[in-house]
């Protein structure tokens, strides 16, 4: 089900982004009293970071996701775009 070579690129990436939020966004809300002005370095770098997440939320509709059956089914993976939005969406 997993089998893209990109997909734990893109995994590393994303967590990345979290980290950074995790740590960066508490430090900015506290301690940084001016906002960041157009085109200063941690404008951009959110703005990258802020972009990194809307692709991600974007790629969601493309994955397949496990579904879990009773115990006789087992668990297997959905494929079908409708479903896939749908159980994104819900």
Known sequence: PRKSKLVAPWDSITTAALIFT???TPYEISFVWNAPT???AS????RLIDTIFMVDMCLQFFLIYPAYGTVNEGTHWVD???MIVR????
Do not use: C, E, Q, T
Not at 43 to 46: E, G, P, S, T
Not at 87 to 90: C, V
């Open 80 to 82: 079908d775009w409708k």
């Open 43 to 46: 404008f951009v770098i959110n």
């Open 87 to 90: 159980h994104y969406i819900r």
């Open 22 to 24: 995790a740590l960066v």
């Open 38 to 40: 157009f085109w200063s």
